[in-house]
């Protein structure tokens, strides 16, 4: 091999070695590109997961009120509860109270019916009396 052949294949074999570094570095420049789309994404990814745990706080936060107002309504509901038995107690003795005042009217009544009658049976008697007089005068 002369000496013009071994520039030649030196220089090719130097632009061969050029291509492959234009080809290194487009590669490499890709490369870069992706891993920025990557750490992109990774920031997104990390900013979509601290609004997820944002959010996560909310709904247990929303939750604990949630089970606070059913502890309320369940103490509501035990008082209600209370408080109908204390009505139904109360319209017992309502009516014990309304039978014994009827039981205790209608022998009321009964007796001023016998009394009414009794007045009026006197009545005839003392206007007959009168008449009886009147009539001898």
Request: proline residues 0%; charged residues 30%.
């Amino acid at each position: 091999m002369d000496n013009d052949q071994f520039q030649e294949l030196v220089l090719d074999q130097l632009g061969s070695l050029g291509n492959r570094m234009e080809r290194l570095d487009s590669r490499q420049d890709r490369f870069e590109e992706g891993l920025q789309h990557l750490q992109s994404d990774q920031q997104e990814i990390r900013s979509g997961l601290q609004q997820l745990h944002s959010n996560q706080q909310q709904l247990k936060a929303g939750q604990q009120q949630i089970w606070t107002s059913i502890d309320t309504i369940a103490v509501s509901q035990e008082q209600m509860q209370q408080d109908i038995q204390t009505i139904k107690g109360d319209i017992i003795n309502i009516r014990q109270s309304q039978a014994r005042v009827e039981h205790d009217l209608s022998g009321k009544v009964n007796a001023l019916f016998d009394f009414r009658e009794s007045q009026i049976e006197t009545n005839q008697r003392v206007s007959e009396r009168l008449e009886r007089l009147e009539a001898k005068r």
